[in-house]
Structures are given as structure tokens and as C-alpha cells.
């Protein structure tokens, strides 16, 4: 049996290719081959608002088929938060108002529909690079050469920010008294995560997101609901990240870093860290897919050496499996299905 492309979740060096887009159409104001930097505007649009219900008839404690008597406003209408919608009662006493401002899009049923007030979505670049395709009315490719961690599950949006570390080893787990005022408008990085204390510290004092090794099975829910950018380097449980993982990211301390929890992208995408390294000198490792090969570093991905890494020492077929002989990083030989492991670098 032929083994399959490993890909690696750990560049130390590469390139990569961001898509940005705008959520509705826009204006683009970059160019191919334009260079840029992460807070650089790159597109501008308007997003539609949300629609808002408003129960007039209810409220007036009128019959439905009453309330176009009550109205105050027509169809189309642009409104302000707090304008008088519709009015019922003695002289009008009794008030129906806006509750957001924007337009009135319909009145059926006893109740007034709002559409809010369209907004300004500003798309900014995210990561220094070059544009490498325009995107019109919606956006731009933007090629950077980073350092980059994939992880495994993710929640949350884009953060992007410095890095700061909050555990002395991959192996340690985060406290919530470790998340303090200095982690505001940060990435932050530790072994594991499996207090729900940590995840609600980070989103009140504002962190730009979390990156573990592990997270608790039970803190997904919570990870979610806060809105919080979380990357999950290795594994689900009290699992260490990985020490080359780890390392790279502890090196990288302080620099500016983008978390992506691939939540709320258009596209579903495997959550990841990427590091921009600026100028880099000699050639870049493009790192394409390919099998291991002897002497590759790996990681083991499941029990009972979950999280362990080491180095290949041989390939072998036995019985229609495909076997890899490991030396481990503690010197223990052992030997692992070739499925259950993947190169780091």
C-alpha cells in the first residue's frame, strides 16, 4: 500500500496566499503588485442592515387591520432611532418608536418592518505582502512570507496582533490569573486550555485571541459563544502542544502574529497562525505535500504516544499496513501506523 502526502502544520519559512473579500460588493482601492501593510485599506462597501420587527398593533393595543390609522411614517421612509412609528390612544398618547434607525421596508400583519441603517465595512490588508490579484468589487489576493502554524479546530474570526506567552512550557496549562490587563489587544499562547475562566479573562479584558495546545472538550460551546479567536494547535483534551509548535511561536514572542479561527470565514478554513517574517533572504521553502521520508520530524496523532514527537527512522509494509519506525524525543524506539502521524517542517 503506497502512503499517502503527509502535509506539514509547521513552516518555520514559507509562502502563503491570503484571499480577502469584502461581505458585499464594494470598492477596491489596491492594484496587482501594490505592496502592503496589514493596516492598509484595501476595499470599502456598504453591508445591508439587519431587519427589525416592530409590533405596533401590539403595542398600541389596537387590532391589526387598525394600525395603517396609527401610522405616522410610509413605506420607504427613513427613520431615526427613537421617531415616533405609529401613535394610538386619546390625542395620541400611546407611542410606538424606532428602535434603530433606518428605513421602513413594509408594514403587514399589525407589525412595521425596519431595515437598519446600511453600514461601512473597511477591509484592511491583515498581513505586509503583495497583491497578486484584484478581486473586482470584492477584494484582493495578498501573498506574504510567514511562519505558520495549522491547527486542528478553531473559533472565532481574524485577530491580528502581538503575541505573548503565558506558560513557561507546552506542557503547562493556562491559568486565568495569567490573563491580565497586559494581554489586551494580544495573541495569547499557552500549553492548554481547560478552565473556562481562562476563555471568559481573555474576552473581558479583551485579548485578540487564544492559542493552545489543547482545549477542554466542554469549553468548545463556551470558546464559541464568546466570539473569541482560538486555535487549536493539537488536540481536544489536556493535550500538550507540540514542542517544535510551541518553540517556534515562543521565538516569535512580541512579533505581530494573524490568528485565524476560520469561523466566520465565507469559506470554511482550517484555523491557523501566520507570523510575517518582512524581508527574508535566500529562497523561500514553498514546503509542497509529500510522503515522509526518513529523518523527518513528526508528531504522533493518536494514543498511546498522543502529542509525542520524534524522528522517522524507517518506512515499512508489513501485512497491507505502513508502518514508521519513530525514535521519540525522550530516545524510546517505537513503532507507529504510518495514518497516525504528520511532519512538523
Known amino acids: 500500500m503506497r502512503p499517502e502526502p503527509v502535509a506539514s ?63 405616522r411614517v410610509r413605506i420607504g421612509q427613513e427613520v431615526q432611532r427613537g421617531q415616533v412609528l405609529a401613535a394610538g390612544g386619546f390625542m395620541g398618547w400611546r407611542t410606538v418608536t424606532a428602535p434603530v434607525a433606518g428605513r421602513v421596508a413594509g408594514v403587514a400583519a399589525g ?23 484584484v478581486l473586482p468589487g470584492q477584494g484582493a489576493v495578498i501573498r506574504a512570507v510567514v511562519a505558520r502554524v495549522v491547527g486542528i479546530w478553531g473559533a472565532g474570526g481574524e485577530g491580528y496582533g502581538p503575541l505573548v506567552l503565558r506558560t513557561a512550557a507546552p506542557t503547562d496549562s493556562l491559568h486565568w490569573i495569567s490573563i491580565d490587563l497586559a494581554c489586551r489587544g494580544k495573541i495569547v499562547v499557552g500549553g492548554c486550555c481547560l478552565d473556562k475562566r481562562v476563555l471568559l479573562r481573555a474576552a473581558r479584558l479583551r485579548a485578540l485571541g487564544l492559542v493552545v495546545g489543547g482545549l477542554a472538550e466542554h469549553l468548545r460551546a463556551t470558546a464559541l459563544e464568546l466570539g473569541l479567536v482560538v486555535v487549536v494547535t493539537d488536540g481536544l483534551g489536556a493535550v500538550p502542544m507540540a514542542r517544535p509548535v510551541f518553540e517556534l511561536l515562543a521565538a516569535h514572542e512580541g512579533d505581530q502574529a494573524l490568528a485565524t479561527g476560520g469561523r466566520d470565514e465565507p469559506i470554511a478554513r482550517l484555523p491557523e497562525i501566520d507570523i510575517p517574517l518582512g524581508s527574508v533572504r ?18 504522533v496523532t493518536r494514543a498511546p504516544y498522543l502529542g509525542a514527537t520524534g524522528h522517522v527512522q524507517a518506512i515499512v509494509e508489513a501485512e497491507g499496513e505502513v508502518w514508521a519506525r519513530v525514535t521519540l524525543d525522550d530516545e524510546q524506539a517505537v513503532a507507529v501506523a504510518y495514518r497516525n502521524l504528520e511532519r512538523l517542517g
Open 111 to 133: 407589525r412595521v418592518f425596519l431595515e437598519e441603517t446600511p453600514r461601512t465595512v473597511e477591509l484592511r490588508a491583515n498581513l505586509p505582502g503583495q497583491v497578486v490579484r
Open 282 to 299: 535566500g529562497p523561500v521553502h514553498l514546503a509542497p505535500d509529500r510522503p515522509l521520508a526518513v529523518g523527518d520530524r513528526v508528531r
Open 9 to 71: 502544520r509547521l513552516y518555520t519559512q514559507t509562502v502563503v496566499e491570503r484571499e480577502r473579500r469584502l461581505p458585499a460588493p464594494g470598492e477596491v482601492l489596491v492594484a496587482a503588485g501594490d505592496h502592503v501593510e496589514s493596516g492598509l485599506l484595501i476595499a470599502r462597501g456598504q453591508e445591508r442592515g439587519p431587519l427589525h420587527v416592530v409590533d405596533a398593533a401590539e403595542a398600541l393595543g389596537v387590532a391589526r387591520d387598525a394600525l395603517p390609522r396609527c401610522l
